[in-house]
């Protein structure tokens, strides 16, 4: 069971390293998350024109993307960046997240 924790934990410290490291999304990773997120097939994303990109589908705005940093300059615990896209329909209502950015220090368990 230890051997199995220990596993799991090896592997969660991997994903966050590499989503820690910042790799900014091409914009057909953005176009793919944003239909996907929306339940469209597809949608087109308009240049950023202030803290927000529209996100287009059938010649309509049906969205909006923004980037945590760039709209509230949001930090984690320690006070380092935290980016995170996210997708907010006409509604107002969030309808899909992407972590792009996380600087927190990995805690030491002790194991």
């Known amino acids: 069971m230890r051997r199995v924790f220990l596993t799991l934990l090896a592997a969660a410290v991997a994903v966050l390293w590499i989503s ?7 914009e057909t990773d953005l176009r793919r998350f944003a239909a996907t997120s929306l339940g469209v097939d597809d949608v087109e994303i308009a240049p950023q024109d202030g803290p927000s990109r529209a996100v287009i589908s059938g010649g309509e705005t049906v969205a909006w993307l923004g980037s945590t940093w760039d709209i509230a300059r949001s930090a ?3 006070g380092r960046p935290v980016d995170i896209l996210v997708l ?7 309808r899909g997240t992407l972590l792009v950015s996380q600087q927190e220090p990995v805690l030491t368990l002790g194991i």
């Open 20 to 26: 820690a490291a910042g790799a900014q999304p091409s």
């Open 76 to 78: 984690g615990y320690s």
């Open 88 to 94: 907010v329909d006409r509604r107002a209502v969030i």
